[in-house]
Nanobody, 126 residues
Framework: QVLLVESGGGLVQAGGSLRLSCAAS????????VGWFRQAPGKEREFVAA????????YYAASVKGRSTISGDNAKGTVDLQMNSLKPGDTAVYYCAAGRLFGSQDYGLGSKYDYWGQGTQVTVSS
């Protein structure tokens, strides 16, 4: 069992930055890949970024690539998502998820993740 808790969301003006954090507890968390997803009102959940369990590989959605950086600290049990140059279109509830993934094609698929946090709201004003 893995418990995930997100933090760091809030209200920010367009062009600003936020750092989201996902804190994990539970056995063998360091062997899980971690992803960030988001869901805006009236829209489907979408992939944002992910990091492999060894931290050697990172993956980004085209919509955030170049503006976001995902990083992990196994010793602390955290995975952070640094988001810069935020746009109103980034407004959503952001969720972190953990799973044992085996192929690069799986990282963007929410169905491949086994554990989910409760989410943190990010609101970007224009």
């Amino acid at each position: 069992q893995v418990l995930l808790v997100e933090s760091g969301g809030g209200l920010v003006q367009a062009g600003g930055s936020l750092r989201l954090s996902c804190a994990a507890s539970g056995r063998a968390f360091s062997t899980y890949a971690v992803g960030w997803f988001r869901q805006a009102p009236g829209k489907e959940r979408e992939f944002v970024a992910a990091i492999s369990w060894r931290g050697g590989s990172t993956y980004y959605a085209a919509s955030v690539k170049g503006r976001s950086t995902i990083s992990g600290d196994n010793a602390k049990g955290t995975v952070d998502l640094q988001m810069n140059s935020l746009k109103p279109g980034d407004t959503a509830v952001y969720y972190c998820a953990a799973g044992r993934l085996f192929g690069s094609q799986d990282y963007g698929l929410g169905s491949k993740y086994d554990y989910w946090g409760q989410g943190t709201q990010v609101t970007v004003s224009s």
